[in-house]
């Protein structure tokens, strides 16, 4: 599936999900069998699309190496939107539901601009991501309403992420002839990041409705928001990549202090509950 594809199953994943809980109340005589008798396992898997809201990287704390950006310097964008997949195990206690879930992302695509003082007014960056969520959650059911059974939820954890392919270009400087000087070919001057593998504390709040499919299946729709922690890069080697005047190419590897920036992400959900 290609990139255009991707986008345009995940901008209509939002109105799948509103036509599927429309149509599914329309039976109230399914609905009344939801269960609600005590202690019932249940094991679930879903899919979301998640909107991440736009992230800043900074410099995180002093490891003793060089700053990447410095005073009042960042990288500031978007992740685009994705796809993520859930699988989980619960117990409910009568309106109560505990639930352990495990949430894998597909790969983000992060689009930004670095603003490097004596770079231009152009300097595009770009990385990618994934994510894993290791998370305990609870869940509160609050009974009936014209068939469907709202409810609201939280839940604590770990997120582990994977941040690659990240690097800054700089194809217009304030002087083209200076240190940012592009290749005897065109060839544009870049940082490239190394990439990182990190993990932080995470937490979410979510509500939503569940629709009884009949039997012991239950669709469950929702809206969550997630509070992933913070991503970066790991004190590491950059690869700094110049041509000199005589447009020779430079490769300079310079170790620099961690950069840091909160992941904070929007979802909406479609999650196949079963009761064994």
Known sequence: MTDIDNRRCIAALPGLLLALGCLSAASPSVAAQAPTGPGRISVAVGV?????ADVRFVDAEDAGEAALYGDDHFDTGTLGAGLEYGFAAGYRFGA????AELRVTGQFAYEGQSNYAPAGPVQPTEARMKARRLLLSGFYGF??????????????????YHLTHYIQR???PDDPSGNLRSGPGGEVPYTSLPPTTGHGFAWMLTAGMTVPLGGDALLDFGYRYTDAGSIGTATG????????????????????????????????SATLRWLP
């Open 48 to 52: 979301a699309a998640v909107f991440p």
């Open 96 to 99: 109560f539901r505990a639930q």
């Open 237 to 268: 080697d950059i690869e700094v990549v110049r041509y000199n005047e005589d447009g020779i190419r430079r490769l300079l590897r310079i170790t620099i202090n961690p950069t840091i920036a909160d992941l904070r992400m929007h979802s909406v």
């Open 170 to 172: 700089f194809p217009n």
């Open 143 to 160: 009974g009936a309403l014209g068939g469907l059974h709202p409810w609201v939820g939280a839940g604590l954890g770990a997120n582990r």
